[in-house]
């Protein structure tokens, strides 16, 4: 694939919209274990620091975060902060529709979802052991179903950055599904830490150009 010439990209100023993590990725370093009260008093703290998205978890991992999500909106104001529930794309050769972590997302009762999937080839056919052309019909096919209850959807696309090094086309190919179908934000994650910052700026201005008219 030609990507474009991307010269003198970011020249347009852009808003920074933070999205926080604390309450899934964070809660999952040893030593720390949330209560449910917990939670919910983290995430005022955070709307109290102007945070624009809070991820509050996944609704269908444990019991605990099922009964956050339940708890959300009589127990938890938020002033500025947008709460959002966090889950995966359908799995290989599944249905969107049947999917239950899909399910589970419109049932978290949030106006903004977040969902993570694969962008990586290798990826793809070695952890998920699937084809690349069902790896990009997940992605499409779960935003399609999360937009079509209404909802904000934002994609992570995992492993992003590996992915793009070994295999642009493909990684560009999974984004574009998720883009097409109604994504409302495409999040590239350096999922292993192992991108340097000069390799970031590159990959990011390419994507951002690539996807100047979407």
């Not at 920074?16 to 949330?34: C, H, K, M």
Request: charged share 25%; hydrophobic share 40%.
């Amino acid at each position: 694939m030609d990507l474009p010439n991307v010269g003198g990209a970011a020249e347009a100023v852009r808003s920074v919209e933070i999205f926080d993590t604390t309450l899934r990725d964070g809660a999952q370093f040893e030593g720390i274990s949330l209560s449910v009260d917990d939670k919910l008093r983290v995430a005022e703290q955070l709307d109290r620091l102007g945070v624009h998205w809070i991820e509050g978890g996944y609704p269908l991992s444990n019991p605990k975060d099922e009964e956050f999500f339940r708890r959300a909106p009589k127990d938890l104001k938020l002033g500025t902060s947008t709460l959002v529930a966090f889950g995966s794309t359908r799995k290989p050769l599944g249905r969107s529709d049947e999917d239950p972590t899909l399910r589970a997302l419109i049932e978290a009762g949030t106006s903004t979802v977040c969902i993570v999937g694969k962008s990586s080839a290798f990826h793809v056919t070695e952890a998920l052991g699937t084809t690349l052309e069902e790896g990009v019909a997940m992605a499409g096919e779960s935003v399609a179903f999360l937009k079509a209850a209404g909802l904000r959807v934002f994609f992570d696309a995992e492993h992003f950055f590996d992915g793009y090094k070994a295999n642009p086309e493909f990684t560009l190919r999974v984004l574009e599904a998720a883009a097409t179908n109604g994504a409302d934000c495409l999040v590239l994650c350096d999922t292993n830490g192992g991108s340097l910052p000069h390799e970031v700026q590159r990959i990011v201005t390419e994507v951002a150009s690539y996807f100047e008219d979407i």
